[in-house]
């Protein structure tokens, strides 16, 4: 005759004795302590895995948005109809629009930069002294030479690697060759003329450094033949996440002719792919930590059976329903908590010392793993998003005790008198 079942306050102390007791299987359980043991590495690993990426992601993301935003302006305004000579009446305009921070006039042109040792296509961008200087992606990055006096020369800024490419550095010259030049009675001249280079700067993107060279406003108009207009005009706003509020109070400012894009609008397709390979990798690395789970109710499953005998005597000594259930919840639970836990700070210190980690391993494998002529970027980022890495771990946590209900809920159906029959 079976003694009455008492139910304990929920998680009692016994409870959480017994459940941590079974996670420490003797010699004859200790496949089951094998499976226990994979669970919890793969929970740690799907975590952990899922944080690195994710954090790569987000860095590169990023590290793109502020190399592309920190070069071309957050809305471009165009002139329909006409050269753009009034350009500075305009920018007067706008620039006393609420939340524009600046506009640059500009000058955009193709060319072709030649040195006695290289000849290699470039693009030109004529900027003023001052707004090159505003520019702090490119003038906190000048690795060789100065920007100072940039407008009184016929002068020119590059990047490191077109610098590499050409052989040459600050203060070498440099022919630009464009076939936008003089018009003759014979036709449009190629236009070809020497400059010195009076900075290089890196700002951290290969193709950018690679490509770009700034030249004086002034100079760039001549060499173009453009006269007293401008391209475009640029304009760096507060918030460049929220610029749709001042780009519509920029549209009234009283400049009909005038067409405005914002980066969005402009870099829409590169972006969304971003984000899609994002949500891409973290549903197709979420089936990492939910095969764990199912390795938690396959290990359960079989300590239950294991254990029936343990239940069964338990239930005779009173022990509820309820209180069996909780402790194979606990037991199932905690191989989850503990993974989900040690999986998110490896993660963290992973992402910490990301590129380090990267030069170790290119070392140890005399391979460049982040080659950055095709990744863009010349450093492996990682940013770790506290949202991302919190639904992270709450998706973990909670595949970890869904995993556990079922096995617990038939450990606390196992009847006492059928468990202990054959005992």
């Known amino acids: 005759m079976t003694a009455r079942a008492s139910d304990t306050w929920p998680f009692a102390p016994f409870e959480w004795m017994l459940a941590l007791r079974y996670l420490r299987a003797r010699r004859k359980e200790g496949f089951i302590s094998v499976i226990a043991g994979f669970s919890f590495l793969?929970?740690?690993?799907?975590?952990?895995?899922?944080?690195?990426?994710?954090?790569?992601m987000n860095g590169f993301r990023k590290e793109l948005f502020n190399k592309i935003l920190g070069l071309d302006g957050h809305v471009i305004v165009y002139k329909i109809g006409g050269d753009f000579t009034d350009f500075a009446d305009a920018a007067t305009r706008l620039e006393a629009v609420q939340g524009v921070r600046r506009v640059l006039p500009l000058i955009e042109g193709q060319v072709i930069a030649s040195t006695p040792m290289q000849a290699l296509g470039a693009?030109?961008?004529?900027?003023?002294?001052?707004?090159?200087?505003?520019?702090?992606?490119?003038?906190?990055?000048?690795?060789?030479?100065?920007?100072?006096?940039?407008?009184?020369?016929e002068a020119i800024a590059i990047g490191t690697r077109l610098a590499e490419l050409l052989r040459v550095n600050a203060g070498d010259k440099v022919t630009l060759i464009t076939p936008r030049g003089a018009t003759t009675p014979f036709g449009i001249m190629p236009r070809i003329k020497p400059y010195v280079v009076a900075a290089v700067f890196e700002m951290g993107m290969a193709e950018f450094d690679r490509s770009l060279i700034f030249m004086p406003l002034g100079e760039a108009q001549r060499f173009f033949n453009r006269g007293e207009s401008v391209d475009v005009l640029e304009i760096l706003v507060e918030n460049p996440e929220n610029s749709a509020e001042p780009l519509e109070a920029m549209k009234q400012a009283g400049y009909p002719a005038l067409q405005f894009y914002d980066w969005r609008q402009r870099n829409a397709s590169f972006f969304t792919v971003l984000e899609v390979e994002r949500n891409m990798m973290f549903i197709i690395l979420s089936?990492?930590?939910?095969?764990?789970?199912?390795?938690?109710?396959?290990?359960?499953?079989?300590?239950?059976?294991?254990?029936?005998?343990?239940?069964?005597?338990?239930?005779?000594?009173?022990?509820?329903?309820?209180?069996?259930?909780?402790?194979?919840?606990?037991?199932?639970?905690?191989?989850?908590?503990?993974?989900?836990?040690?999986?998110?700070?490896?993660?963290?210190?992973?992402?910490?010392?990301?590129?380090?980690?990267?030069?170790?391993?290119?070392?140890?494998?005399?391979?460049?793993?982040?080659?950055?002529?095709?990744?863009?970027?010349?450093?492996?980022?990682?940013?770790?998003?506290?949202?991302?890495?919190?639904?992270?771990?709450?998706?973990?946590?909670?595949?970890?005790?869904?995993?556990?209900?079922?096995?617990?809920?038939?450990?606390?159906?196992?009847?006492?008198?059928?468990?202990?029959?054959?005992?």
């Open 42 to 56: 793969g929970i740690l690993l799907g975590v952990a895995t899922l944080i690195i990426v994710m954090a790569v």
């Open 123 to 153: 693009k030109v961008r004529g900027l003023s002294e001052q707004s090159l200087k505003s520019l702090t992606l490119i003038s906190s990055n000048i690795r060789f030479g100065s920007l100072d006096g940039f407008d009184g020369q």
């Open 287 to 423: 089936i990492i930590v939910l095969v764990a789970a199912f390795n938690i109710i396959s290990g359960l499953m079989m300590l239950v059976k294991d254990k029936g005998r343990d239940i069964g005597i338990l239930r005779t000594m009173g022990a509820s329903k309820g209180a069996i259930m909780r402790v194979f919840l606990i037991t199932g639970a905690s191989i989850g908590v503990v993974g989900t836990i040690a999986g998110c700070i490896l993660g963290i210190v992973f992402c910490w010392r990301i590129d380090e980690i990267r030069q170790f391993v290119a070392r140890l494998t005399n391979t460049n793993l982040f080659d950055a002529n095709v990744y863009y970027l010349t450093k492996l980022p990682a940013d770790i998003n506290p949202q991302t890495t919190a639904i992270i771990v709450i998706m973990s946590l909670t595949l970890s005790v869904l995993a556990t209900l079922y096995p617990s809920w038939r450990a606390s159906r196992l009847d006492p008198v059928e468990a202990l029959r054959y005992e």
